[in-house]
């Protein structure tokens, strides 16, 4: 049973005035390096922050660090900028590295392995926030977690790939935190491939999605939307042409 900790709202009275303060909704993360694609949805008021990768800087055509740059100026929400190195010692030098560098809504991603854990629990303790990916199960999720990981990304549609349930991992993940009071590492659903996978991971108990640019834009559309709205300017219009406006 998923804990409802996230979903509770608190009430507070002042002045005989009662003011209900929700929750926020679940983060939603565009997952692009093409800052086309981060000025288009951040147009939109509801981007929390951006996710990148080796292979999205590739796609884009762009310098890395240019890049990365432009979105954080973009976007104040946290910006993903991933490492390249494989040891410990590298990864936390290039963490650095980068965080001196740009802008200070940059956090750094790590990859779940033995070394990315100990680079993990290095940056976090010097303040610098983590997001440890290309997580498959909870057993590296937890890991993460207790290396000081600031998110975890499970990788729903690669998981979902190879005939697993991507999409139990972040019912899995979201029971575990609820069973053991983890409060401090967001579980961040990755990998997403559909607008089902979004809407299921927030009702699963995840704490944010990383979405591609085709995916979010999916998210807003509906046709009985579109057919309301039709419907709407032709009576109006023929409110008009009856002089009654």
């Not at 800052?35 to 884009?60: A, C, M």
């Not at 990788?155 to 993940?173: K, M, S």
């Not at 609820?178 to 990998?191: E, M, Y």
Request: some cysteine; glycine content about 6%; overall charge negative.
């Amino acid at each position: 049973m998923i804990s409802s900790y996230y979903h509770k709202h608190s009430v507070s009275y002042r002045n005989n005035e009662i003011t209900i303060a929700l929750r926020l909704a679940m983060e939603l993360i565009l997952d692009s390096a093409i800052t086309e694609e981060v000025e288009d949805i951040s147009k939109w008021g509801v981007l929390d922050g951006v996710t990148t990768n080796p292979s999205l800087i590739r796609k884009s055509g762009a310098n890395f660090e240019d890049t990365i740059r432009k979105i954080a100026e973009i976007c104040p929400g946290p910006i993903s900028a991933e490492v390249t190195s494989h040891s410990t010692n590298e990864m936390i030098e290039e963490a650095i590295d980068l965080k001196s560098r740009l802008p200070k809504n940059v956090i750094i991603k790590i990859p779940c392995t033995p070394d990315g854990l100990a680079a993990t629990k290095t940056l976090s303790e010097r303040g610098i926030p983590v997001n440890v990916t290309l997580i498959f199960s909870v057993s590296q999720a937890l890991l993460s977690a207790k290396a000081g990981a600031a998110y975890v990304s499970p990788f729903v549609g690669r998981l979902d790939d190879i005939g697993q349930d991507g999409l139990g991992l972040i019912e899995d993940i979201s029971q575990v935190w609820g069973v053991q009071g983890i409060k401090n590492c967001k579980i961040l659903a990755a990998s997403i491939r559909s607008r089902r996978h979004v809407e299921v991971s927030a009702k699963l108990g995840a704490h944010a999605a990383t979405i591609p640019y085709s995916i979010f834009t999916e998210l807003i559309q509906h046709e009985l939307t579109d057919s309301g709205l039709d419907k709407f300017k032709s009576d109006w219009e023929a409110v008009k042409s009856e002089g009654r406006a």
